[in-house]
């Protein structure tokens, strides 16, 4: 669990940012051409949707009405200020609550950076399953490691899968991959400045100190040893 203090700075990093996931534009454009809907009647969720940028743009981009659950009551207002300034808010709606209690399934699922909801990535993918309808799609992506980590890498970020397990965990939760993808380490690096601009905002000594471990922890030890993996399923 974090100390106040600490949830303050996380609070600051993700404040600043559109996703809070290594996600480039170029990627956000090839992932809004892959996950056009395939039918009619489609509904977009988000379980885990910080504050919301990736599902407003797939429910503008299809003209689409959905969901967004985040548990982050700031993410939660950031989000719902965002849909109303693109003339959304009255298709897209933002819940401030915990994924892992929603039952309401949809077409178009995204679930990034959030599997923790569930526990393990075995256990997200078993839960999205059910909440995927069939012939829709999931786009689904977190971390997973691309080389062994060290201790100290392993320390803080717990068992990870690599890519080629993440997919097989998807294919055994009952999905089939229509795309996979990692990351660059150039949306890594963006990703990682961009977080830690948001706490040296806040100016004092002790968000400075705690930027300087987050740069050291990134540039000394898990740089292009954590990677991003992006899975589009389909559930059979
Ligand atoms: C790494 S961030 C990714 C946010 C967003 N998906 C994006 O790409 O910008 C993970 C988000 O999941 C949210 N989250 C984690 N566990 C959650 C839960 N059980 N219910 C709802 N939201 C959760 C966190 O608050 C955080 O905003």
């Given at each position: ?69 985040e548990?982050?009551a700031?993410d939660v207002e950031?989000a719902a ?13 933002f819940?401030c ?140």
């Amino acid at each position: 669990m974090h100390n106040d203090e600490t949830k303050a700075f996380l609070a600051a990093a993700a404040a600043g940012l559109a996703y809070n996931a290594p996600l480039g534009d170029d990627r956000v454009r090839d992932l809004n051409r892959r996950l056009a809907p395939t039918g009619t009647g489609w509904r977009a969720l988000d379980l885990g949707c910080g504050s919301g940028e990736l599902l407003l743009r797939l429910c503008t981009a299809f003209d689409l009405p959905g969901d967004g659950v985040e548990r982050d009551a700031a993410d939660v207002e950031r989000a719902a200020g965002r849909a109303k300034e693109r003339g959304a808010a009255d298709r897209v709606t933002f819940h401030c609550a915990n994924a892992a209690d929603w039952t309401q399934p949809a077409a178009l699922v995204v679930n990034v950076g959030a599997g923790y909801a569930w526990g393990d990535t075995g256990q997200a993918l078993a839960a999205l399953h059910r909440l995927t309808h069939a012939g829709g799609k999931l786009l689904f992506a977190d971390a997973i490691y691309r080389t062994t980590p060290s201790d100290e890498v392993r320390a803080l970020f717990g068992d990870l899968p690599d890519l080629a397990t993440m997919a097989q965990s998807a294919v055994a939760a009952g999905f089939r991959p229509l795309h996979i993808a990692e990351s660059t380490l150039a949306e890594w690096d963006d990703f990682e400045s961009d977080w830690r601009a948001g706490i040296e905002r806040l100016g004092t000594p002790a968000a400075r100190a705690f930027a300087d471990q987050r740069r050291a922890d990134y540039l000394g030890g898990y740089r292009d040893v954590v990677g991003f993996g992006w899975l589009i399923l389909t559930p059979v």
